[in-house]
């Protein structure tokens, strides 16, 4: 009965697994010249000018200079992490969902 329960779980736990590590392996950060105007979703004034939103399917980030940046799932799972450099990126993420942008000392939901 236990092996029976492991290998349930193991098979779950690669069910899981398997569609996002192809979708992680083809999300990637890209300069855009996106000139939407969204409102941002954090006060870039208490940020150090950095803004973060989400439209059609993306996270963008405007920064006015160099900086990591990691996002996650709402369960904690990291999607991305990069280093951007000052202007405009976006990450095209496939599913929908509430994701967490890290950005030093800023960290901000995004609802896609």
């Known amino acids: 009965m236990q092996r029976r329960l ?6 779950l736990v690669a069910a899981i697994a398997l569609p996002w590590g192809d ?3 083809q999300m990637q950060w890209r300069e855009t010249t996106l000139t939407a105007r969204v409102p941002s979703l954090n006060d870039p004034l208490l ?4 803004e973060i939103y989400g439209i059609n399917g993306s996270i963008i980030v405007r920064t006015p200079h160099k900086v990591q940046v990691r996002v996650f799932t709402i369960l904690g799972q990291m999607v991305s992490q990069a280093v951007l450099n000052a202007g405009t990126s976006e990450l095209k993420i ?3 969902g509430i994701y967490i942008v890290k950005i030093g000392n800023i960290t901000q939901k995004v609802a896609l």
Not at 6 to 11: E, N, Q, R, S
Not at 47 to 50: A, E, K, L, P, R
């Open 6 to 11: 492991a290998i349930i779980f193991t098979i």
């Open 23 to 25: 979708a992680v392996a």
């Open 47 to 50: 940020s150090d000018g950095v």
């Open 94 to 96: 496939n599913a929908r």
